[in-house]
């Protein structure tokens, strides 16, 4: 079976019936998903494999029913198990991971719930950074990569710019520090330098943000820009080149 069949499929019931308006829910599936996630908390508490298993399958239906957050609580089980009896599962991580992002889709970015969404992208640059290889899993992370830039491009819209407050903006800056980096990551194992480079300088550039693991990589990425730099050939400006060309001629 090939690496793109392996990962979960989106099949899901909108929460909401009315997408441009959340404060109109369906009732009946609200408090499903919440009884559903309330449940499988409960049995994940309980450090026993059998209820393991089940709150796996409760998240897996809150999933179904339109729960971004259940999508990315089984990205965070999958990558990293809580029961030491379960082994990690980085492909079905990502696919949860990649649901838990479409169903976000389906909000208005107004509404989003950035922390929930910064648990995402951090669960992403993990599989990213150490739990794939560039070769094997390339279709599973360009993916990846190609949901982090949609989601890029929709956090520059007005509509969430203009509502963010003070926290939500540095919620904001951290979730782009950790895509952005990974963007300059991709580059960088693919022997893009010159993008690496380009990429992991605007990660510098977001700015601080107050969340301790966006600040080491913004600190990673100036390293990174560092030790890259000599790999980049530095071309000097056309201006140059004719100066030098004409204190050759003189001087022949």
Not at 83 to 100: E, H, P, R
Not at 227 to 234: D, F, G, K, N, Y
Request: net charge neutral.
């Amino acid at each position: 079976m090939n690496e793109k069949s392996n990962l979960p499929r989106l099949t899901t019931t909108s929460v909401y019936d009315d997408i441009d308006n959340p404060s109109i829910s369906m009732p009946l599936t609200s408090t499903k998903i919440q009884k559903l996630i309330q449940e499988a908390e409960q049995k994940l508490e309980k450090q026993d494999a059998q209820e393991y298993s089940q709150s796996i399958i409760l998240l897996e239906q809150a999933t179904i029913l339109g729960s971004v957050y259940a999508a990315a609580k089984l990205g965070a089980l999958y990558l990293n198990p809580q029961n030491t009896l379960m082994a990690s599962n980085y492909l079905q991580a990502a696919g949860y991971y990649s649901i838990a992002l479409k169903l976000m889709f389906m909000i208005p970015c107004k509404w989003w719930d950035l922390k929930l969404l910064l648990d995402i992208i951090s669960g992403w640059y993990e599989l990213i950074r150490s739990r794939f290889d560039r070769q094997r899993d390339s279709y599973t992370w360009n993916h990846g990569i190609k949901l982090m830039k949609q989601i890029d491009k929709k956090m520059q819209e007005p509509d969430l710019i203009e509502v963010l407050t003070h926290q939500d903006n540095e919620k904001w800056r951290a979730i782009r520090v950790h895509m952005v980096f990974c963007y300059a990551l991709t580059a960088e194992v693919d022997n893009d330098y010159p993008l690496a480079l380009k990429l992991y300088q605007e990660t510098e550039r977001v700015g601080s943000c107050g969340f301790l693991s966006a600040e080491k990589l913004m600190k990673k990425a100036h390293t990174k820009y560092r030790l890259l730099e000599s790999r980049v050939p530095r071309v000097q400006p056309v201006c140059v080149h004719v100066k030098m060309s004409l204190v050759a001629i003189e001087i022949a």
